[in-house]
């Protein structure tokens, strides 16, 4: 922990900005999403995770590892890495432009560092955390996997055959982080395949959970530290993390509509309004 | 040359496990992992030997492969094991983002492919895999012939940096290729010949050199090549073959769409237009019966073999 809550502050609102500005460059992408977990991404790669962003290496051995598995909140991801010194900001400006390795959704395939897995069609990541999680311990490697999924994704089988695996394995390096925005493209997650008490849902797998208010970046830091201490205790570790989709641009919150689709020049304006420069626009 | 004298017979997979074992004790990277069919996989002396470089993931083949595209993300060499249809079908967007676009070292090894598994009928026959996996940018396609091959295969493949679909079968099969060396995507002469080039993979391969005999008490000449692996296809060895005997057979355990055949008849289409004839499942399912009984009533036993190849030289101009 290095990092004032103030200092955290104004990266979360640059990230926001990025956010906004690149899926109004290209008028496609994921704002809702990203901006509800841009408090997440940046305490996680600027106060939590122990790597080494200027030498990116795939296999990630004896640092700690995350895993974007719903990957359209590409954005958020990509600000999170540009700004932890991945690669440099300027290229945020090609984000699902031709040729970019700021590919839609987040692939290995053109190389950007910080990627480790391609993600987009849901559902698999927390598998992908689990061969990495037994692999660090293969190789008595005690750095932990961070993986990150949405609500709506739960919905997806493979998630509870990995919870399963993970429970069963005792996967205690594994911490995975639900953004429970209760929102999905076609309505809330309620309506469309609600999870009721996501937490005993959870407990009845095996693993241990822990909830926290994903956009309060105390919060955020507090319980991503007292996770990182649970290791070792036989159980994988899952937060609940209540997040507001849109988080921090007052008109894209309260609803699911702004789950894929980019603001125009006024509303870009407005919501950079809303969030000040901070760290310099790419 | 191979001795094409069958001395014993034994299941293909068998030919997997003996591979898989050797791997363990040579490299310490290699880990497998199974879908709860450790005995039908024979993969129960690594498990045995390498506990910890075994992951028994129950009856979950998606959470299976992405665990293998974690483990080769952190350095390790993984052989998935399950059935065949478990392997491709039932996993293909798995493979195909976790594994193939992500480039993931990992093996993907299927047992009771095709028709020869036998009583368990149609829903366990897959005869669409190498069609599946070939399709996938950057993925290997390898379809052993017999036990020597199949274990040299599986220890092949863990020298080569990236993923492949390695396919094998369940029932015991004559054992005729030399032990030795196995070089993906180098096609392996068997028999020579001058009237018609049969190319054969997996167990068909055997059925190609019975008829090849057959023909010859006919007095014709037939050739026969192994090609064990469908991709990347030895492109060179198929023409320059052909150049000779200008006409060909293809005999594969799969259906006739995106199999072995299908890929010759487009490498030939855009080189080299030569007659071609098809021995392989036409669009059809398949059903329960013994392996033999299942050939021949599909099109794919010796004596569709040799009548696809004078059917062939009939064609030749």
């Known amino acids: 922990m290095t990092k004032s809550t103030e200092e955290l502050e104004k990266y979360v609102s640059q990230t926001r900005r990025d956010i906004v500005r690149m899926v109004h460059a290209v008028q496609s992408g994921h704002p809702g999403g990203s901006l509800g977990c841009a408090e997440y991404l940046t305490v996680l790669y600027q106060d939590i995770l122990r790597h080494n962003s200027s030498n990116f290496s795939m296999d990630g051995k004896n640092e700690d590892v995350f895993l974007l598995s719903n990957g359209h909140i590409s954005p958020v991801f990509y600000s999170a890495l540009a700004r932890s010194g991945y690669f440099s900001v300027e290229e945020l400006a090609t984000f699902r432009k031709l040729n970019t390795r700021l590919q839609g959704h987040p692939t290995t395939h053109e190389g950007l560092p910080g990627v480790r897995i391609a993600s987009g069609s849901l559902g698999q990541g927390l598998s992908v955390a689990a061969g990495i999680a037994e692999a660090k311990k293969l190789n008595g490697d005690d750095k932990l996997v961070y993986v990150l999924m949405g609500d709506g994704e739960l919905q997806e089988g493979q998630i509870w055959e990995a919870l399963m695996y993970a429970a069963h394995n005792k996967l205690d390096n594994i911490i995975a982080t639900v953004d429970v925005n209760g929102r999905q493209i076609d309505g809330d997650t309620k309506d469309i395949m609600g999870f009721e008490d996501l937490k005993s849902r959870f407990e009845s797998f095996g693993w241990n959970v822990l909830t926290m208010d994903g956009n309060d970046v105390d919060d955020v830091r507090d319980t991503l530290s007292k996770a990182g201490v649970l290791q070792g205790n036989g159980q994988p570790i899952c937060i609940l993390m209540n997040t507001e989709m849109g988080n921090g641009v007052d008109f894209m919150m309260g609803s699911h509509a702004w789950h894929g689709i980019a603001p125009n020049d006024e509303q870009l304006a407005s919501a950079l309004d809303q969030n000040p420069e901070t760290l310099g626009d790419y | ?317």
Request: aromatic letters at 6%; charged letters at 20%.
């Open chain 2, 1 to 317: 040359m191979s001795n094409l004298t069958a001395m014993e017979k034994k299941d293909t997979r068998s030919g997997f496990g003996d591979g898989l074992y050797e791997l363990g004790v040579q490299n310490k990277d290699v880990v497998g992992l199974c879908a709860d069919l450790t005995g039908s996989l024979k993969m129960n002396k690594f498990q045995n030997e390498f506990p910890d470089r075994f992951f028994q993931v129950g009856i979950a083949e998606a959470n299976m492969m992405g665990m293998a595209a974690g483990l080769a993300t952190a350095g390790k060499i993984p052989f998935t094991g399950t059935f065949a249809n478990f392997s491709t079908g039932r996993v293909y967007d798995q493979i195909r983002q976790s594994i193939a676009y992500s480039h993931k070292n990992v093996k993907i090894c299927a047992s009771h492919a095709g028709l020869t598994l036998g009583e368990d009928g149609a829903t366990h026959q897959i005869l669409e895999d190498i069609g599946l996996m070939k399709m996938l940018p950057g993925m290997t396609v390898i379809n052993p012939c017999d036990y020597n091959q199949t274990k040299e295969a599986t220890i092949a493949i863990a020298e080569h940096n990236g993923p492949v679909y390695l396919r094998f079968g369940r029932p015991k099969w004559p054992i005729f290729t030399e032990t030795g060396k196995f070089e993906i995507g180098k096609a392996l002469h068997l028999r020579e010949g001058k009237d018609v080039t049969i190319f054969a993979t997996g167990h068909l391969v055997w059925n190609s050199l019975e008829a090849a005999k057959a023909l010859a008490e006919e007095g014709i000449s037939a050739e026969v090549i192994n090609i064990h692996t469908i991709k990347p296809l030895d492109n060179e060895a198929i023409l320059d073959a052909l150049s000779t005997t200008r006409c060909a057979v293809t005999a594969e355990e799969h259906q006739m769409h995106g199999g072995l055949g299908d890929s010759i008849c487009q490498l030939l289409a855009l080189n080299s237009p030569t007659p071609v004839e098809m021995v392989a499942v036409n669009d059809s399912f398949g059903e329960s019966g013994k392996p033999e009984e299942l050939l021949d009533k599909y099109g794919l036993g010796i004596k569709d073999v040799v009548a696809a190849c004078k059917r062939a030289i009939a064609r030749k101009g």
